[in-house]
């Protein structure tokens, strides 16, 4: 199975500032991949797909980049709802796909 | 915009079985295939089972393979988990949600969860 390592595990950020988030997974999954937002209580919202596509609806400072086997997730411009926890996901050719360990962003 | 809805968790004992459910609503349901993800409390998700729009291709996690069976009801617009053999650590809540052509076959729409607890 492929594994998807999220770094860093959490992290602490105050509104405005810029924050990234990698993501590196064990083989090549071309560009297969995705990032995810989750708030607590609530199921995970599609932010990117195909590594570097937007999700309709999903705001402009969410950004992703990366090929291969390493990603980044980048918010140029935290605002207070961002404050979530953010995981990656492979969906590379047959499952299982799999999800990174999530990376929760905290207000400093 | 569809929706999804999950239903049929609760309190189960080990050993036990549980049918989950998921009512698709806003969407043509039997164009897209299906996943199950599930959640442990405090951790993070894990992709369960995968069927496809014609139920052609069923996909497992080795950790709930011969356990589970997935299947689904175009005709209902319904999808369904059925669960035997419980174990603790199959306690979690369980989203279905829709994979999506258009995004890369990324889970596009997510149900509100139904959570399942396994305990004596």
């Known amino acids: 199975d492929i594994q998807m390592t999220q770094s860093p595990s959490s992290l602490s950020a105050s509104v405005g500032d810029r924050v990234t988030i990698t993501c590196r997974a064990s083989q090549s999954v071309s560009i297969y991949l995705n990032w995810y937002q989750q708030k607590p209580g609530k199921a995970p919202k599609l932010l990117i797909y195909?590594?570097?596509s937007l999700q309709s609806g999903v705001p402009s400072r969410f950004s992703g980049s990366g090929s291969g086997t390493d990603f980044t997730l980048t918010i140029s411009s935290l605002h207070p709802e961002d404050f979530a926890t953010y995981y990656c996901q492979q969906n590379y050719n047959t499952p299982p796909w799999t999800f990174g360990q999530g990376t929760k962003v905290e207000i400093k | 915009e569809g929706q999804l809805e999950e239903s049929g968790g609760g309190l189960v004992q080990p050993g036990g079985s549980l049918r989950l459910s998921c009512a698709a609503s806003g969407f043509t349901f039997s164009s897209y295939s299906m996943s199950w993800v599930r959640q442990a409390p405090g951790k993070g998700l894990e992709w369960v089972s995968y069927?496809?729009?014609?139920?052609?291709?069923?996909y497992y996690a080795d950790s709930v393979k011969g356990r589970f069976t997935l299947s689904r009801d175009n005709a209902k617009n319904s999808l369904y988990l059925q669960m035997n053999s419980l174990r603790d650590e199959d306690a979690a809540v369980y989203y279905c949600?829709?994979?999506?052509?258009?995004?890369?076959?990324?889970?596009?729409?997510w149900g509100q969860g139904t959570m399942v607890t396994v305990s004596s």
């Open positions: 069927i496809s729009g014609s139920s052609s291709t069923i």
């Open positions: 949600a829709r994979d999506e052509a258009g995004t890369s076959w990324s889970f596009d729409i």
């Open positions: 195909a590594a570097s």
